[in-house]
Each structure stands twice: as C-alpha cells, then as structure tokens.
C-alpha cells in the first residue's frame, strides 16, 4: 500500500509548457502521482493532445490554453479556478523559449522576448498562484530553469541571463512566502526540441561537423554517459511536490547526469 505522503492525491498542479517535451513528461509523471494536471501551453492543440493522452490512461488532467506573458490572461484563469475551488497547489514553471546567438547580434525584441517568456512569465505566474497557497500554508512552486543559468554559455547570453534571473527570483520568493516552497530544477543537455536548436547551432558554426558529431560530444560531457530524457526532470519535480519535502526551499537542483559538479 502506498504511503498517502509520497502521493499527490487531492492536489491539484498546474504546469505551464505542459503540452510538450520536459512539460509533458512533467504532467505525465505528476498526474501518476495522483495530482489534477492542469495542463497549460500557448498551444491550445498540445495542451488537448497531452491532457486527452493522460484521461485515456485513468488519470486527472485538463487542458488550459495561455500565454504565460499575458497577464490579463492569467488574471482570468485565476478567476475561472477560483470559481472552479480548482486553484493550484502546486505550480510548476516550465514554458521556455530558446534561441542561440552571438552577444552582437541579438537585437532588443529577441532580448525582450526571451526576457517575457523565460523570467516574466514566473513571476506573474509567481503573482497569480502563490497567495493562495499562502493563505492555506501549503504549496509547491517548481521553476525549470538551466545549467547555463548557473555557469553561463557562448552564443546564449539572452537565455542564460533569463535562466539565472529566474533562479534569483525563486530564491528571492522562497524568503518571502514560507511556508511555501519555491526550488529550480536545472536541467543540462536533455532530448528535446530545444536540444536540437542548439545541435543546429553548432553545426551551423562548422558544416563539417555533424548534428549527430554535435550531441555525441555533449554526450561526451556527461559523466552518466547519456543526455537527459523528460522522465529525469519530472521525476525530480514529482519529488520536490511530495508533501513530506516540506524542508527544502531557496534550491537550485542540478539534474544533469553530473555535468556540472557544485
């Protein structure tokens, strides 16, 4: 018999970028978990897809269309959970853009875009959700944020400096609204769309090598020997949730495979 502290049942988690790649490993496991998945993404047809996938299973999800950007937006979903008594416990910020480039040509809108999307869109999501938690003294709020938002990278400078921000943020939160939680995950080289931007990337730099030479070399890296899977991320998210880690908070988890001791 499973112990009721190591499930999620009887909470509800809303994941934002939940349509797809990490986020969609991430509703999948917290919804095995026994949570309500709220599954949010930009993309009204990722949102169903990943909601739908995880009712055909037996498990408890919806979909919710939103740009994370918008907070008049958020300000209605808030109301329409309230009104639901559907409003989170635990909030999970997921939804990310990433684009590579040298520091010389990144204009001001693709600086403003990263910016909006990778750290605004926490905070307001931050705004929106955690009050509520306060007021019932139970909460989880979860950021994915990055390795390079710890040790910086060449040609990301918008989205590293975004990742950090992000951390600070959280950290700056975990201070304030006890006895919430508030951690980052921060993933290294993991297999999805985003990786294969930066393989592009890079192979774009030098024809000659291969996307294929590319991820063998971040392969290389990795002391675990292997690149990231969504699973490794949701399973370290499942794990921050649970109502027995009531102790950890202000955190900045490295789940990477070893990439980058601290």
């Not at 978990?33 to 009712?55: F, P, Q, R, Y």
């Not at 931007?197 to 890079?202: A, Q």
């Not at 949730?241 to 102790?247: C, H």
């Amino acid at each position: 018999m499973t112990d009721p502290a190591e499930t999620l049942e009887g909470r509800t988690a809303l994941v934002t970028g939940g349509g797809s790649g990490i986020g969609r490993g991430i509703s999948d496991e917290l919804a095995r978990a026994g949570a309500l998945v709220l599954v949010v993404d930009m993309k009204a047809g990722s949102a169903s897809d990943t909601a739908t996938s995880l009712a055909r299973r037996g498990l408890a999800a919806r979909p919710i269309t939103l740009d994370v950007t918008d907070s008049t937006a958020i300000g209605e979903v808030r109301s329409m959970l309230e009104a639901e008594d559907s409003m989170p416990d635990i909030l999970v910020n997921n939804a990310a853009i990433f684009e590579m480039g040298a520091l010389e040509d990144i204009d001001p809108p693709s600086w403003d875009r990263m910016i909006e999307v990778n750290l605004k869109g926490p905070f307001l999501m931050m705004q929106a959700f955690i009050p509520r938690m306060v007021d019932q003294e139970w909460g989880r709020v979860i950021s994915i944020s990055s390795t390079a938002g710890k040790t910086g990278e060449a040609y990301a400078s918008h989205y590293c400096a975004a990742k950090r921000g992000l951390i600070a943020l959280s950290q700056s939160a975990a201070a304030e609204v006890v006895p919430v939680t508030v951690n980052c995950i921060c993933p290294g080289f993991v297999e999805t769309p985003m990786t294969r931007i930066e393989t592009r990337f890079w192979h774009s730099m030098d024809p000659a090598v291969s996307e294929e030479l590319v991820v063998q070399r971040m392969r290389d890296q990795i002391p675990l020997g292997r690149m990231g899977r969504p699973e490794d991320i949701a399973r370290a998210v499942r794990w921050l949730s649970l109502p027995t880690n009531d102790y950890l908070t202000g955190q900045a988890i490295n789940v990477d495979g070893g990439l980058d001791f601290h």
